[in-house]
T-cell receptor
């Protein structure tokens, strides 16, 4: 199916564990983004990528790592999860001017 | 000053009303303008996309861009309860290494039957 998919949809993890959130798009869009959304803060950019092997920090990158070895995949890793990383995470892909979002991953760190 | 400002509301209107949602921005490099609708516990869904100043209409929705004033609007005619959602404006620069996609914080809209 064409589109952008995130997995898992829901995740509960313990403090200190490493967690990877997956994002896959089928359009071959150059740009991909990771956002977190928290009440009162709106969408905050964590990392973005302009192409395979090109990534850059966004507004709130601390504690996160990304990679983009293939155009269609853009995984986000929490190296050592903290409670403050409990959030809803959205991946998006974009051609110029139009960005499309996945359904989100709801992550709870206990 | 934030690059994109959007009144968070909340905004509550009766069914059938015309709704006006607005954003202002400060970055002259923004070239593309978008409106997203986000239902509770769902991902943002692209509603409207415009490139230049002027109006763009799609059914009950009209997007308006005024680059000279750095002001964009979304109008919803004959609003329905199903329009109840958070509406986010977004803007992006042209491509290249400095590509930037920036969102407003969203306006929560409730349409009452």
């Amino acid at each position: 199916d064409a589109g952008i998919t995130q997995s898992p949809r829901y995740k509960i993890t313990e403090t200190g564990r490493q967690v990877t959130l997956m994002c896959h798009q089928t359009w071959s869009h150059s740009y991909m983004f990771w956002y977190r959304q928290d009440l009162g803060h709106g969408l905050r950019l964590i990392y973005y990528s302009a192409a395979a092997d090109i990534t850059d920090k966004g507004e709130v990158p601390d504690g996160y790592v990304v990679s983009r070895s293939k155009t269609e995949n853009f995984p986000l890793t929490l190296e050592s999860a903290t409670r403050s990383q409990t959030s809803v995470y959205f991946c998006a892909s974009s051609r110029l001017g139009e960005a499309f979002f996945g359904q989100g991953t709801r992550l709870t760190v206990v | 000053q934030k690059e994109v400002e959007q009144d968070p509301g909340p905004l509550s209107v009766p069914e059938g009303a015309i709704v006006s949602l607005n954003c202002t921005y400060s970055n002259s490099a923004f070239q593309y303008f978008m409106w997203y609708r986000q239902y509770s516990r769902k991902g943002p869904e692209l509603l409207m996309y415009t490139y230049s100043s002027g109006n763009k209409e799609d059914g009950r929705f009209t997007a308006q861009v005024d680059k000279s004033s750095k002001y964009i609007s979304l109008f919803i005619r004959d609003s329905q309860p199903s329009d109840s959602a958070t509406y986010l404006c977004a803007m992006s620069t042209s491509g290249g290494s400095n590509y930037k996609l920036t969102f407003g914080k969203g306006t929560l809209l409730t349409v009452n039957p």
